[in-house]
């Protein structure tokens, strides 16, 4: 009865390729985040969608797209993966997007070779 | 660039010792605060969270904060530390003039030794 749960664990890839990574809560919550954490520990949110409409999208190449089927599902989607985009990637939500608490997948690794 | 500032890059202390993690925001006007624990190989748990009321506010495992809106701060306290709080702790802010993009700190490393 995973809250938050993001697939794969575990992402090892070469560069060039595409992949995703899919999150998927059963909070009831409306709103839900993809942060980025870099080798340093450092958090960055990428985007956040609110009942399946994107409202952050923050500075991120756009070979990055996230895609939202429905608001319990944030799925995103990487083209033509770089070194650069290895990291451990965080899926969140919140109920609203102000004084919620975000609650966190597990986090994805993804290794890029 | 407004921003959240959290002084300290690694701690190391015993166990019993007490804790105290520095957190600074930029931000001004309406303000929620929150403190994160990330532990070895796990995903981030809420610690605690500030949003209006009593400034001194109490979290899960022993954790409190201080909110001193004069000084834009957020201090992590703990008065006595067991080696399982050994983590990253991350501060966050979402601030009503940054639309409540929910904002983190770089963290803290807390090692705590036995």
């Known amino acids: 009865d995973t809250a938050v749960s993001q697939t794969p664990k575990y992402l090892v890839t070469q560069m060039g390729n595409d992949k995703s990574i899919k999150c998927e809560q059963n909070?009831?919550?409306?709103?839900m985040y993809w942060y980025k954490q870099d080798s340093k520990k450092f958090l960055k949110i990428m985007f956040s969608y609110n009942n399946k409409e994107l409202i952050i999208n923050e500075t991120v190449p756009n070979r990055f797209s996230p895609k939202s089927p429905d608001k319990a599902h944030l799925n995103l989607h990487i083209n033509s993966l770089e070194l650069g985009d290895s990291a451990v990637y965080f899926c969140?939500?919140?109920?609203?997007?102000?004084?919620?608490?975000?609650?966190f997948g597990q986090g994805t690794r993804l290794t890029v070779v | 660039a407004q921003s959240v500032s959290q002084h300290n890059h690694h701690v190391i202390l015993s166990e019993a010792a007490s804790l105290e993690l520095g957190c600074n925001y930029s931000y001004g006007g309406t303000v929620n605060l929150f403190w994160y624990v990330q532990y070895p190989g796990q995903h981030l748990q809420l610690l605690l969270k500030?949003?209006?009321?009593?400034?001194l506010v109490k979290g899960i495992k022993g954790f409190e904060a201080e909110f001193i809106k004069s000084k834009f701060s957020f201090n992590l306290r703990k008065p006595s530390v067991q080696w399982s709080d050994t983590a990253e702790y991350f501060c966050a802010v979402n601030a009503q003039n940054n639309d409540y993009k929910l904002s983190f700190g770089a963290g803290t490393t807390v090692t705590v030794r036995a």
């Open positions: 969140a939500s919140t109920l609203g997007s102000r004084r919620a608490e975000a609650f």
């Open positions: 500030y949003f209006s009321g009593d400034p």
């Open positions: 909070l009831g919550h409306d709103t």
